[in-house]
Protein backbone atom coordinates (compact mmCIF):
# COMPACT_ATOMS: atom_id res chain seq x y z
CA UNK A 1 0.00 0.00 0.00
CA UNK A 2 1.37 3.26 -0.91
CA UNK A 3 4.06 4.98 1.13
CA UNK A 4 1.56 4.73 4.45
CA UNK A 5 3.65 5.59 7.70
CA UNK A 6 1.97 3.20 9.86
CA UNK A 7 2.50 6.06 12.42
CA UNK A 8 -0.28 7.67 10.47
CA UNK A 9 -2.97 9.05 12.89
CA UNK A 10 -5.65 9.10 10.27
CA UNK A 11 -5.36 4.92 10.04
CA UNK A 12 -6.60 4.36 13.66
CA UNK A 13 -9.64 7.32 13.14
CA UNK A 14 -10.90 4.98 10.30
CA UNK A 15 -12.27 2.21 12.43
CA UNK A 16 -13.79 4.77 14.93
CA UNK A 17 -15.74 6.49 11.73
CA UNK A 18 -17.26 3.09 10.76
CA UNK A 19 -18.11 1.99 14.69
CA UNK A 20 -21.79 2.60 14.26
CA UNK A 21 -21.68 1.13 10.88
CA UNK A 22 -23.20 -2.86 10.93
CA UNK A 23 -21.94 -3.94 7.26
CA UNK A 24 -19.77 -2.76 4.74
CA UNK A 25 -20.42 -3.93 1.31
CA UNK A 26 -18.33 -3.38 -1.80
CA UNK A 27 -19.45 -3.45 -4.91
CA UNK A 28 -15.94 -4.41 -6.93
CA UNK A 29 -14.62 -5.85 -10.57
CA UNK A 30 -11.80 -6.42 -11.82
CA UNK A 31 -13.05 -4.51 -14.87
CA UNK A 32 -13.96 -1.28 -15.61
CA UNK A 33 -17.64 -0.93 -17.54
CA UNK A 34 -19.36 -3.84 -16.33
CA UNK A 35 -21.81 -1.84 -14.15
CA UNK A 36 -20.43 -1.69 -10.49
CA UNK A 37 -21.36 2.15 -9.87
CA UNK A 38 -24.78 1.39 -11.30
CA UNK A 39 -25.52 -1.39 -8.80
CA UNK A 40 -23.73 0.04 -5.76
CA UNK A 41 -26.28 3.32 -6.23
CA UNK A 42 -28.81 0.84 -6.84
CA UNK A 43 -28.56 -1.57 -4.11
CA UNK A 44 -28.31 1.86 -2.01
CA UNK A 45 -31.30 3.46 -3.09
CA UNK A 46 -33.30 -0.61 -3.00
CA UNK A 47 -32.19 -0.64 0.89
CA UNK A 48 -32.55 2.77 1.95
CA UNK A 49 -36.32 2.58 -0.08
CA UNK A 50 -36.90 -0.92 2.26
CA UNK A 51 -36.63 1.77 5.34
CA UNK A 52 -32.52 0.48 6.34
CA UNK A 53 -30.37 3.62 7.06
CA UNK A 54 -27.56 3.44 4.24
CA UNK A 55 -24.57 5.14 3.17
CA UNK A 56 -23.00 5.33 -0.22
CA UNK A 57 -19.06 5.80 -1.05
CA UNK A 58 -17.94 6.43 -4.53
CA UNK A 59 -14.05 5.38 -4.49
CA UNK A 60 -14.01 5.22 -8.08
CA UNK A 61 -11.19 7.64 -8.42
CA UNK A 62 -10.79 7.31 -12.50
CA UNK A 63 -14.77 7.43 -13.09
CA UNK A 64 -16.56 8.78 -10.12
CA UNK A 65 -20.16 8.36 -11.48
CA UNK A 66 -22.36 7.46 -8.22
CA UNK A 67 -23.58 11.70 -8.26
CA UNK A 68 -24.52 11.34 -11.70
CA UNK A 69 -26.68 8.40 -11.42
CA UNK A 70 -28.33 9.40 -8.02
CA UNK A 71 -28.90 13.36 -9.73
CA UNK A 72 -26.81 14.72 -7.06
CA UNK A 73 -26.42 18.42 -7.82
CA UNK A 74 -25.00 19.97 -4.82
CA UNK A 75 -21.75 20.08 -5.13
CA UNK A 76 -20.33 22.17 -1.99
CA UNK A 77 -18.32 20.31 -0.08
CA UNK A 78 -19.65 19.03 3.29
CA UNK A 79 -18.30 20.96 5.85
CA UNK A 80 -18.64 20.70 9.89
CA UNK A 81 -16.11 21.18 12.85
CA UNK A 82 -15.21 17.60 13.59
CA UNK A 83 -15.47 15.94 10.56
CA UNK A 84 -17.56 15.90 7.70
CA UNK A 85 -21.14 15.06 7.29
CA UNK A 86 -22.39 12.97 4.10
CA UNK A 87 -24.81 15.40 2.19
CA UNK A 88 -28.24 13.21 2.13
CA UNK A 89 -29.44 12.01 -1.04
CA UNK A 90 -32.64 10.24 -1.66
CA UNK A 91 -32.43 9.43 2.09
CA UNK A 92 -29.02 8.03 1.36
CA UNK A 93 -25.89 9.55 3.26
CA UNK A 94 -23.62 9.99 0.03
CA UNK A 95 -19.88 10.47 0.31
CA UNK A 96 -18.01 10.48 -3.34
CA UNK A 97 -14.22 11.15 -3.82
CA UNK A 98 -15.36 13.25 -6.36
CA UNK A 99 -15.76 16.10 -3.39
CA UNK A 100 -11.62 15.87 -3.33
CA UNK A 101 -10.96 15.41 -7.13
CA UNK A 102 -13.57 18.17 -8.78
CA UNK A 103 -11.31 21.21 -9.06
CA UNK A 104 -7.90 19.09 -10.17
CA UNK A 105 -7.62 18.85 -13.95
CA UNK A 106 -5.27 15.75 -14.24
CA UNK A 107 -6.62 12.81 -12.46
CA UNK A 108 -5.15 12.22 -8.45
CA UNK A 109 -2.12 9.70 -8.68
CA UNK A 110 0.06 7.51 -6.62
CA UNK A 111 -0.06 8.88 -3.03
CA UNK A 112 -2.52 11.33 -3.93
CA UNK A 113 -5.09 8.47 -3.91
CA UNK A 114 -3.86 7.16 -1.01
CA UNK A 115 -4.39 10.11 0.60
CA UNK A 116 -7.37 11.39 -0.56
CA UNK A 117 -9.28 7.76 0.70
CA UNK A 118 -7.73 7.78 3.80
CA UNK A 119 -8.45 11.47 4.17
CA UNK A 120 -12.14 10.93 3.04
CA UNK A 121 -12.02 8.01 5.34
CA UNK A 122 -11.14 9.96 8.51
CA UNK A 123 -13.33 12.35 8.10
CA UNK A 124 -16.75 11.18 7.12
CA UNK A 125 -19.33 10.73 10.27
CA UNK A 126 -21.29 8.02 9.11
CA UNK A 127 -22.88 7.71 12.34
CA UNK A 128 -25.04 4.60 13.01
CA UNK A 129 -26.07 3.05 9.56
CA UNK A 130 -27.00 -0.47 8.59
CA UNK A 131 -25.22 -0.04 5.41
CA UNK A 132 -22.21 1.39 4.02
CA UNK A 133 -22.33 0.37 -0.09
CA UNK A 134 -19.44 0.44 -1.51
CA UNK A 135 -18.53 1.58 -5.37
CA UNK A 136 -14.58 0.62 -5.69
CA UNK A 137 -12.31 1.60 -8.15
CA UNK A 138 -12.14 -0.73 -11.00
CA UNK A 139 -9.38 -3.34 -11.40
CA UNK A 140 -6.77 -4.61 -8.98
CA UNK A 141 -4.48 -1.57 -8.61
CA UNK A 142 -2.95 0.04 -5.35
CA UNK A 143 -6.20 1.78 -4.64
CA UNK A 144 -8.36 -1.07 -4.38
CA UNK A 145 -5.43 -2.79 -2.50
CA UNK A 146 -5.42 0.62 -0.39
CA UNK A 147 -9.57 0.17 0.26
CA UNK A 148 -8.95 -3.44 0.95
CA UNK A 149 -7.10 -2.87 3.89
CA UNK A 150 -8.10 0.14 5.20
CA UNK A 151 -11.88 -0.60 5.73
CA UNK A 152 -11.24 -4.20 7.31
CA UNK A 153 -15.09 -4.82 8.01
CA UNK A 154 -15.64 -5.27 4.08
CA UNK A 155 -17.88 -7.72 2.17
CA UNK A 156 -17.19 -8.37 -1.26
CA UNK A 157 -19.86 -8.67 -4.17
CA UNK A 158 -17.82 -8.82 -7.09
CA UNK A 159 -19.76 -8.16 -10.49
CA UNK A 160 -18.89 -9.38 -13.96
CA UNK A 161 -20.39 -9.30 -17.75
CA UNK A 162 -21.42 -12.78 -19.59
CA UNK A 163 -17.40 -11.66 -21.35
CA UNK A 164 -14.16 -14.20 -21.33
CA UNK A 165 -12.53 -10.46 -21.67
CA UNK A 166 -14.66 -9.54 -18.10
CA UNK A 167 -14.25 -12.65 -16.36
CA UNK A 168 -10.39 -12.56 -16.86
CA UNK A 169 -10.07 -9.57 -14.98
CA UNK A 170 -12.50 -10.72 -12.56
CA UNK A 171 -11.31 -13.96 -11.93
CA UNK A 172 -7.59 -12.15 -10.58
CA UNK A 173 -9.38 -10.04 -8.18
CA UNK A 174 -11.65 -13.32 -6.37
CA UNK A 175 -7.77 -14.71 -6.53
CA UNK A 176 -6.98 -11.91 -4.36
CA UNK A 177 -9.62 -11.57 -2.30
CA UNK A 178 -9.59 -15.12 -1.39
CA UNK A 179 -5.53 -15.25 -0.77
CA UNK A 180 -6.45 -12.36 1.53
CA UNK A 181 -9.48 -14.26 3.20
CA UNK A 182 -11.84 -11.68 2.58
CA UNK A 183 -15.69 -12.63 2.61
CA UNK A 184 -16.94 -12.59 -1.16
CA UNK A 185 -20.67 -12.77 -0.85
CA UNK A 186 -20.99 -14.09 -4.29
CA UNK A 187 -20.82 -12.90 -7.91
CA UNK A 188 -23.32 -11.44 -9.74
CA UNK A 189 -23.76 -11.85 -14.00
CA UNK A 190 -24.65 -8.16 -15.62
CA UNK A 191 -25.88 -7.45 -18.79
CA UNK A 192 -27.19 -10.81 -19.83
CA UNK A 193 -28.29 -10.69 -23.22
CA UNK A 194 -28.50 -14.43 -23.99
CA UNK A 195 -28.16 -18.00 -22.72
CA UNK A 196 -24.77 -18.31 -22.12
CA UNK A 197 -23.85 -20.30 -18.77
CA UNK A 198 -19.87 -19.18 -18.78
CA UNK A 199 -20.52 -16.74 -15.64
CA UNK A 200 -22.70 -19.63 -14.16
CA UNK A 201 -20.02 -22.73 -14.74
CA UNK A 202 -17.10 -20.45 -13.48
CA UNK A 203 -18.63 -19.44 -9.97
CA UNK A 204 -20.13 -23.26 -9.35
CA UNK A 205 -16.02 -24.70 -10.41
CA UNK A 206 -14.92 -22.26 -8.16
CA UNK A 207 -17.28 -22.66 -4.97
CA UNK A 208 -18.06 -19.24 -4.99
CA UNK A 209 -22.12 -18.03 -4.37
CA UNK A 210 -23.75 -17.17 -7.94
CA UNK A 211 -26.13 -13.94 -6.89
CA UNK A 212 -28.28 -14.42 -10.21
CA UNK A 213 -28.25 -12.57 -13.54
CA UNK A 214 -29.30 -9.01 -14.23
CA UNK A 215 -30.29 -8.37 -18.13
CA UNK A 216 -29.40 -5.68 -20.05
CA UNK A 217 -32.07 -2.82 -20.16
CA UNK A 218 -32.11 -0.83 -23.55
CA UNK A 219 -34.30 1.85 -21.57
CA UNK A 220 -32.22 2.42 -18.62
CA UNK A 221 -30.01 5.82 -19.87
CA UNK A 222 -33.25 7.34 -19.42
CA UNK A 223 -33.67 6.35 -15.74
CA UNK A 224 -29.99 7.83 -15.08
CA UNK A 225 -29.88 10.94 -12.49
CA UNK A 226 -33.52 10.08 -11.24
CA UNK A 227 -33.94 7.91 -8.32
CA UNK A 228 -37.61 7.38 -9.18
CA UNK A 229 -37.28 6.10 -11.81
CA UNK A 230 -34.91 4.28 -11.52
CA UNK A 231 -36.70 2.19 -8.91
CA UNK A 232 -39.26 1.27 -11.55
CA UNK A 233 -36.41 0.09 -14.15
CA UNK A 234 -36.49 -3.86 -15.73
CA UNK A 235 -32.87 -3.40 -14.34
CA UNK A 236 -34.03 -3.18 -10.60
CA UNK A 237 -36.62 -5.47 -10.97
CA UNK A 238 -33.97 -8.29 -11.98
CA UNK A 239 -31.43 -6.37 -9.20
CA UNK A 240 -34.10 -7.10 -6.68
CA UNK A 241 -33.36 -10.63 -6.28
CA UNK A 242 -29.46 -10.06 -5.83
CA UNK A 243 -30.53 -7.98 -3.08
CA UNK A 244 -32.64 -10.14 -1.33
CA UNK A 245 -30.31 -12.98 -1.45
CA UNK A 246 -27.07 -10.83 0.16
CA UNK A 247 -29.11 -8.86 3.04
N1 LIG B 1 -27.98 -4.18 -16.93
C1 LIG B 1 -27.70 -3.08 -17.64
N2 LIG B 1 -28.43 -2.75 -18.73
C2 LIG B 1 -28.15 -1.64 -19.46
N3 LIG B 1 -27.15 -0.78 -19.18
C3 LIG B 1 -26.38 -1.06 -18.10
C4 LIG B 1 -26.61 -2.20 -17.27
N4 LIG B 1 -25.69 -2.19 -16.28
C5 LIG B 1 -24.94 -1.09 -16.47
N5 LIG B 1 -25.34 -0.40 -17.56
C6 LIG B 1 -24.75 0.84 -18.11
O1 LIG B 1 -23.42 0.55 -18.48
C7 LIG B 1 -22.57 1.66 -18.25
C8 LIG B 1 -21.42 1.25 -17.31
O2 LIG B 1 -21.96 1.01 -16.03
P1 LIG B 1 -21.21 1.52 -14.71
O3 LIG B 1 -22.09 1.25 -13.56
O4 LIG B 1 -20.74 2.92 -14.91
O5 LIG B 1 -19.96 0.52 -14.73
P2 LIG B 1 -18.63 0.54 -13.84
O6 LIG B 1 -18.91 1.32 -12.61
O7 LIG B 1 -18.36 -0.89 -13.57
O8 LIG B 1 -17.57 1.14 -14.70
C9 LIG B 1 -23.45 2.76 -17.66
O9 LIG B 1 -23.84 3.61 -18.69
C10 LIG B 1 -24.63 1.98 -17.11
O10 LIG B 1 -25.80 2.76 -17.07
MG1 LIG C 1 -17.93 3.09 -11.91
Not at 39 to 53: E, H, Q, R, T
Not at 89 to 108: E, H, N, R, T, W
Amino acid sequence: MGNLSIMDVRLSVIDHRLHGVKRVIAVASGKGGVGKSLMASSFALNLSNKGYKVGLLDLDLYGPSSHIILGVNDFSFPEEEKGILPHEISGIKFMSIVYFSQDKPAPLRGNDITNAIIELLAITQWGNLDYIIIDMPPGIGDETLDVIHLIKKSEFVVVTTPSKVALGAVDKLLNILKELKLPVLGIIENMKINESKLIFDYVKEKNFKFLGSVSFDRNLEDAIGFTNKLLNTSFMKDFQKVVEKIT
